[in-house]
């Protein structure tokens, strides 16, 4: 007869559940069967993390056990990151339904279609080469963005925290540029821990001549 489980492994067990849940709850969004993203579950996931996260586990067994469920959480909560960003700018979801090819044309109509086409008489001599478009400078926000996105990977891998798309950083970058351009104000980035988690901060720059 096995051992009763302690009162961690009970924890650890009901843990293990609640992020199976909030996997299927956000595959199912991406699906298009739930109308919104499970923000309670994800809550109550994050709280439960939060608790094991900050008492003290002696043993070096069970430790491991929860590194392993806290990883395997925190690597979720990123590819729900990329998935909601690729939903925001209308690329392809994981789990989103596709609509089907187009079918191929009938072999009749095919041939018919064929059979309205006029018989070229010469072959026609091949357009000239358009010029080629003068090279675009490289705006200084993109550099800016590089710079940014080099700093938050080196601070994130030092931090032991999972690297950040640069597509998301550059859209980041432009939302807040575009904020506070409206009111007239330039902005500056930082790099900081907020929140135990390394993020990129937005600031607007105050005007020494005030």
Do not use: W
């Amino acid at each position: 007869m096995p051992p009763p489980k302690s009162e961690f492994d009970s924890q650890m067990s009901h843990l293990e559940a609640e992020i199976r849940r909030l996997e299927t709850e956000y595959n199912m969004f991406f699906a298009g069967r739930l109308k919104r993203p499970p923000f309670e579950t994800q809550n109550r996931v994050a709280a439960l993390v939060k608790k094991h996260d900050q008492s003290y586990i002696r043993n070096t067994a069970d430790r491991f056990r929860f590194d392993s469920l806290q990883n395997r959480y925190q690597k979720f909560l990123d590819l729900v990151e990329r998935q909601m960003m690729n939903r925001e700018l209308g690329r392809p979801v994981m789990g989103a339904k596709r609509s089907p090819p187009p079918a191929p044309p009938k072999e009749e109509e095919k041939t018919k279609k064929e059979e309205q086409q006029p018989t070229p008489v010469a072959a026609a001599s091949p357009p000239p080469k358009a010029a080629a478009p003068p090279a675009v400078p490289k705006s200084p926000v993109d550099d800016r963005v590089q710079q940014l996105y080099e700093q938050l990977s080196a601070a994130k891998q030092k931090a032991g925290e999972a690297p950040v798309a640069m597509d998301r950083v550059a859209a980041l970058v432009k939302a807040q540029v575009d904020k506070f351009k409206s009111s007239g104000q330039d902005v500056q980035f930082k790099v900081a821990l907020k929140d135990g988690k390394v993020q990129l901060t937005a600031t607007p720059v105050k005007d020494e001549k005030k």
